[in-house]
């Protein structure tokens, strides 16, 4: 333990906690790097939730976690493509541990709150990033809002929405891609609903018809990406 929280020293890192019962859970993770951008995988039961790209500023990372959970002991598995050797950044320290990341919190919270009920649900059957104070649709792969819009994050993001009863739809999205156009799946409650190209340089609208795995209740929107791009090749953010 440090002043403000932990490294993980090694490649692997775990944490264990208990459910009375199994439920879909949010796990937070507020990290860095030491020396350069790395990958991290969350695993939950030995079962992969995600992979990001955990950059050298202090950031909270979002996982989903749901099928992967079971009751009574629940295992989280962090697990680091690089280690460092503190003096590898500063020549004067002699800290000769094998640092992957420091964490300052790991939080673990319902993914579905107690106010998702019948009278509120249309305002999560479309989700503005213009104007979304309450991040609680948005489950894992998100970035920081920025001027209206978000980044996904890895090659994948997961959000929820609440519809009063099941019923014909299409599910519409409005993005671009970043220096090349990529293929976009699209699956709505772990069913596959279809697949977009997304286009370069501007904003587009997309449509996909999701009326076959739509139920009513809480929805689980899985987005997954063909490929990411690190913004810092093209003069930006390190991050995918």
Known sequence: REESGRWVIGNVAQVIFRLKEAHPLKLKFSAKTLQTPQEMTVYVNKKSIGTISLGTNLRTYTFFASEELQDEMNIITLRFAKTFYSD?????NRDLRRLAAFFTNVAIE????????QENASEFTKINFSNLSDEKPLLQGWSDPEEGARWTEGKSAKSLFYVNRARPMKLHLRAESIYKPQKVQIYLNNLFSGEVAVATDTSADYFVDVSNSVK???NILTLKFSHTQHLANIGGDPND
Do not use: K
């Open 88 to 92: 590898n950044v500063d020549s004067r």
């Open 110 to 117: 319902d993914a579905i709150p107690a106010t998702f009920s």
């Open 216 to 218: 009513s209740g809480v």
